[in-house]
């Protein structure tokens, strides 16, 4: 199973030969350097404040930068909303795991609503299967890349695991520059601008849901979202680190993330932790809800239940 | 200034030997840098690193090479807390390969990183470093620290040989004192950076930081033993069997410390038998019919047990032939142990379960041997710099002509 995700997509490979044309490319790159580097290089973009330091008006600045950028690389407007949490509202998840039937419709909705690379293939959600009648939650054991004619498959079941937005999140201890955090509605966002690309919160997180662009993210034209808040879809840049955001450009304007709007069986349920009338409070309440890993204390908003 | 110029000259000139070694060097440097260079433009695709394994190669050396830079400490202990004569008179190729060691460190992180021009943002003041909650914030801080107090211990002992004069340790032996425990304090917080985590049970055991800082104890003074009789074929410089008896001694007691919490890491994980001892099963014995490490553990522990014995054993430590062969065992036992060894299985099966085999391409190689290279020429250009100065030699050239 490990075999698949081991192709190196793009087909960069180095073998023995490299190494002398290497060597002549680090002479030639050298000397073609200055010239290079200032082509790409953004003394704005350098300079850029770490998102929670910046006024109103910086922010806008920045904005309309990074939207004239997208604009002129996608050749279609792009819009870049700093809408912020709402007073009052504390995002939490639910998935029942008794509905999912694996069909993996969440985990593409996903990839289109947040602009995530499709070559190399970043996902956000991962779906695991599970052998029914085994040992529950062997996670050793799962497989991420199943591929069957149909779902649900006889005898398995299944789990999707994405960020869980803990409440106390290694992720955000880890970050050696903070440029991740936990918003005041609980989503634990990055600062693409601000993110070194260290790696360090993706060794934190129990949960697998942090991504790396390993390269250039690409996304095609035609299916860029257009829609785009700052710390969550808008496109990213190679060497950082992106998960999912509850998608906080939809779920700050009052929509359900896409993943809970797509799935064809009802398994996704979202809504207001501090609302005691919200669908959510009421599966907590009333289900048999458990959490991914809870002896880490890592007190995740995202609830695992059984509505059947 | 005489001296500094003479010193300088030191550096530029030598017979053909010498020339060969810089100019081989610069060849694998330029190397590591037009590999660099792809990897800047490529992204790290290039790499075998995945979001499964984020970690690999260059981690690994930069766990490693944080352990040699605990040589300096080691010999600073008994050099002037004790006054141990023969050891004082090495203790700067010590405090220069620390320099190397923590300099080799930076580099292996600055190529790890995906956005290394926004590094700045991890400095206090001008960035937004994380501290106290990011252990990573603490490393950067005893690194950097770490390295500044070496340069200046060795810039100092360099401007006072100079002068023709013995430096006046009361100026500093406080320095010298915030060395030692400083020198422990980048091992353990390199070691907790990876103790920390929750999400890793291979790594989130307490036997962590002892374990790094008894292997750092074995490889650094190990290297140290190797470069200080190299200084001593291809210099003036008489460093005394004494030291190196010492030294050699000292590597036998730390690999058995290192050996026995290994012992007892081994005993905690498959007598208990939970499923977190799957990463150390990965180690030994493969996991899944996954055994890329297994090879290279197996040798690492055969390298660790012989320099074991041949440490053990006086005979065999005064031999110079095995205590050499001990050495190098012992140095390549570690760098795996230590490297590779415990970085990847942190990642293995990854908090999911998956397992992702790394194995690091030949771009990371390059880049790699690249900063190796780029260590080596450092350190040779710092000796022979220093070499005259502490010798003597330039302060008599330069009376003369005064």
């Known amino acids: ?308 | 200034m005489k001296v500094l110029f003479a010193a300088i000259g030191n550096v530029v000139k030598g017979d053909a030997k010498y020339y060969a070694w810089l100019a081989f060097l610069s060849a694998l440097v330029v190397a590591g840098l037009g590999a660099y260079l792809q990897q800047l433009d490529k992204g790290l695709i290039t790499t075998a690193m995945r979001d499964q394994v984020s970690w690999g190669f260059y981690i690994a050396n930069f766990t490693f090479l944080v352990g040699v830079a605990a040589a300096a400490v080691l010999l600073v202990i008994p050099a002037y807390l004790y006054n141990f004569k023969p050891i004082k008179e090495i203790v700067l190729f010590g405090e220069m390969l620390a320099i190397t060691a923590v300099t080799m460190c930076i580099l292996f992180i600055m190529v790890d990183l995906g956005q290394p021009l926004m590094v700045w943002h991890l400095l206090p003041v001008i960035g937004k470093m994380n501290f106290p909650a990011s252990i990573l914030a603490w490393d950067v801080i005893v690194l950097n620290g770490y390295l500044a107090i070496n340069a200046l211990l060795v810039i100092y002992a360099l401007y006072r040989l100079s002068m023709g004069k013995e430096y006046k340790l009361a100026l500093v032996f406080p320095l010298i004192l915030l060395s030692i425990p400083w020198a422990i304090s980048i091992h353990t917080v390199t070691a907790f950076l990876y103790n920390g985590l929750s999400s890793r049970p291979f790594w989130n055991a307490s036997i962590l930081a002892p374990r790094f800082l008894a292997s750092a104890f074995c490889s650094g003074p190990a290297l140290m033993l190797i470069i200080l009789q190299l200084i001593r074929r291809f210099s003036k410089i008489e460093i005394d069997q004494k030291a190196i008896s010492k030294i050699a001694e000292l590597v036998a007691y730390t690999i058995g410390i290192n050996l026995f919490l290994l012992g007892a890491e081994v005993f905690k994980e498959f007598y208990s038998g939970s499923i977190h001892k799957a990463p150390l099963e990965y180690l030994y014995f493969g996991l899944h019919g996954n055994s890329r490490l297994v090879p290279w553990t197996w040798m690492a522990l055969l390298f660790n047990l012989t320099a074991f014995v041949i440490f053990l054993i006086p005979k065999t430590r005064e031999n110079t032939l095995t205590l050499n062969i001990g050495a190098l065992l012992i140095i390549v036992g570690v760098y795996i142990e230590k490297g590779m060894g415990l970085v990847v299985p942190g990642f293995i099966p990854d908090t999911l379960g998956e397992i992702y085999e790394y194995w690091p391409t030949m771009q990371e190689v390059i880049i790699t041997v690249g900063i190796w290279a780029f260590g080596a020429l450092f350190y040779t250009l710092m000796v022979r710099f220093a070499l005259p100065i502490y010798t003597g030699g330039l302060i008599g050239a330069g009376k003369q002509r005064s």
């Open chain 1, 1 to 308: 199973m490990s075999k698949k995700i081991r192709n190196n997509p793009l087909g960069i490979s180095m073998d023995r030969r490299m190494f002398l044309k290497s060597a002549a490319a680090g002479i030639a790159a050298a000397s073609a350097l200055p010239v290079s580097a200032a082509d790409a290089f953004d003394i704005n973009a350098f300079l850029q404040k770490h998102f929670r330091e910046m006024t109103e008006d910086e922010i806008k600045k920045v904005i309309g930068r990074l939207e004239k950028e997208a604009s002129l690389e996608w050749k279609k407007d792009v819009r870049i909303s700093a809408a912020k949490a709402t007073p009052g509202v504390k995002f939490g998840y639910g998935l029942d795991l008794s509905r999912c039937i694996g069909c993996r419709k969440c985990v593409y909705a996903c990839v289109s609503e947040n602009n995530q690379s499709r070559n190399p293939q970043v996902h956000w959600i991962s779906v695991l299967k599970f052998k029914k009648g085994e040992k529950w939650i062997d996670l050793e054991n799962s497989e991420k890349y199943y591929n069957p004619k149909e779902v649900p498959e006889k005898d398995s079941f299944y789990m999707p695991v994405q960020c869980q937005q803990c409440e106390d999140s290694p992720c955000v201890k880890a970050c050696p520059t903070q440029a991740t955090w936990k918003e005041p509605d609980g989503i634990v966002v990055i600062d693409y601008n601000w993110c070194i690309g260290c790696r360090y919160c993706m060794a934190a997180c129990p949960y697998g849901a942090r991504r790396f662009n390993w390269s250039k993210p690409n996304v095609p034209a035609n299916e860029l979202n257009t829609e785009t808040h700052y710390l969550g879809n808008r496109p990213r840049y190679k060497g950082v680190v992106e998960k999912c955001t509850f998608c906080i450009q939809r779920t700050r304007a009052g929509k359900y993330p896409a993943c809970v709007e797509v799935c064809p069986v009802g398994a996704r349920k979202f809504g207001n932790l501090l609302d005691p009338k919200s669908e959510i409070r009421y599966l907590i309440e009333n289900k048999r809800v458990f959490r991914l890993k809870e002896d880490l204390n890592t007190n995740p908003k995202f609830y695992y239940f059984f509505a059947t």
